[in-house]
């Protein structure tokens, strides 16, 4: 039975990041319509995404500080809802303001629901003994990949696009909503709860307080959390900045420098759906660090010696090696996490936004001023530092510790 609920709970899971992943897809195509239909300049698109940001992280805050955010399955069934809606408005409106307070309301929801699948897809890894969060984060790429390419086709064909959004946004978010097979999880604030403790005796021994008591080390969660905002300032810095390169130091089309994008998008997904048979086959820090200096070495050199060719090798060098940093990384911090895993991955996935956030404002001020050779090569050293950081993960990183209840799963009781 146990067995059972852990297939329904990764379908879940699946169906989570997939469907999130389709919103993000179609708002990478629609960047463009909604600059020239809403008027928005370079200044007013980036301090719209630099709103998002914040959202996000001021979510991270609310799971880690109010107890009331702390239940990842709620989290999912419901605030996943205002996430697609969300996004639906702004894919759509035709109001500035509008664009700019749902926005708000879109990064908040995408911060919690980040937080929760993350949550979930640990928790799943856990307690079915496997690996899965490589799989879960490709299917992420994979349902990007399909918005993307949804909303191409609608608007190659004059289509209005308008319907699909929304109509995507009712199936994912009711889907989801009416999902009731979820890995189970406590917050503290429950299992204190349910323990009735005293909060002036000595709890040394109870629920609660081997709870807090597993909540990883500060150095950890710091050495977790810088090793992941490089990554995705690398993975930013390489879709932001990569095709301009290409084309204005390299000399390339549009269409050809665009192919710099793609391959090294396809590599991203491709490794993710390898990336938990190779995580149970070779070290995992190894599987990060080896191509990850490979690629830092070559773009590098490519740039140097203004070789084409190797740059883009090092782009889909970058890619395969980029791709399952970001699940591996949260794997390690669910893995080594106690019962509190919710909190310590949604500080780690705060790193994570950080490194999204400053990621493309340091790039554009190196570019600015030192050119785009010196940005690519900015994303080669951001590389390497990160393939030595990833070396030291087996010293740094405690070891997994088994779950001292063993399989808990729950099926909700809502509608």
């Known amino acids: 039975m146990a067995a059972t609920h852990l297939a329904a709970a990764r379908r879940s899971i699946c169906a989570g990041f997939f469907g999130l992943g389709t919103f993000m897809g179609m708002w990478g195509v629609m960047i463009p319509e909604r600059v020239a239909s809403l008027g928005l300049s370079e200044l007013t698109l980036g301090l719209f995404l630099l709103v998002i940001g914040l959202s996000l992280c001021a979510a991270i805050f609310c799971v880690n500080r109010f107890v009331i955010f702390q239940d990842a399955v709620q989290l999912i069934r419901v605030i996943s809802a205002i996430y697609v809606l969300g996004f639906a408005v702004v894919l759509t409106t035709g109001s500035v303001m509008m664009l700019f307070l749902i926005g708000i309301v879109t990064g908040f929801a995408a911060g919690f629901v980040d937080a929760g699948l993350n949550s979930q897809a640990s928790e799943w890894e856990q307690h079915s003994g496997r690996r899965g969060m490589s799989f879960f984060h490709a299917l992420f790429s994979l349902g990007s990949l399909s918005g993307a ?40 604030a429950g299992t204190a709860a349910n323990a009735d403790i005293d909060v002036g005796a000595d709890n040394s021994g109870s629920p609660a ?40 130091v390299m000399g390339l089309s549009v269409s050809e420098a665009g192919q710099t994008v793609v391959l090294f998008s396809i590599a991203i997904a491709a490794v993710r759906f390898a990336g938990d048979w190779l995580a149970n086959r070779f070290p995992v820090h190894l599987i990060m660090a080896v191509p990850m200096m490979l690629a830092g070495f ?71 001023f030192a050119g785009l050779d010196a940005t690519i090569i900015t994303l080669a050293g951001a590389a390497m530092i990160l393939g030595c950081l990833v070396m030291t993960m087996p010293r740094f990183v405690p070891s997994p510790q088994p779950d001292q209840d063993g399989v808990e799963l729950v099926k909700t009781d809502q509608g």
Not at 167 to 184: E, F, T
């Open 149 to 188: 390419a949804l909303l191409t086709l609608m608007l190659s064909l004059d289509l209005p696009v308008k319907w699909v959004i929304y109509g995507s946004a009712v199936l994912v978010g009711g889907g989801l909503a009416m999902r009731r097979q979820w890995v189970g999880t406590q917050t503290i």
């Open 209 to 248: 307080a081997d709870t807090a008591a597993a909540r990883l080390p500060l150095p950890v969660v710091l050495f977790l959390g810088l090793c992941i905002a490089l990554a995705t300032l690398s993975e930013g810095g390489a879709l932001d900045w990569s095709a301009l390169h290409m084309n204005r």
């Open 298 to 368: 070559m773009l590098f050199a490519a740039v140097l010696l203004g070789q084409v060719a190797v740059l883009m090798a090092a782009y889909v060098i970058f890619g395969l090696a980029i791709g399952n940093a970001f699940p591996i990384i949260i794997s390690q911090a669910g893995s080594a996490a106690g019962g509190d895993r919710l909190r310590d991955i949604s500080i780690v996935v705060g790193f994570a936004y950080v490194g999204l956030i400053t990621g493309p404002a340091l790039l554009g001020v190196i570019a600015h």
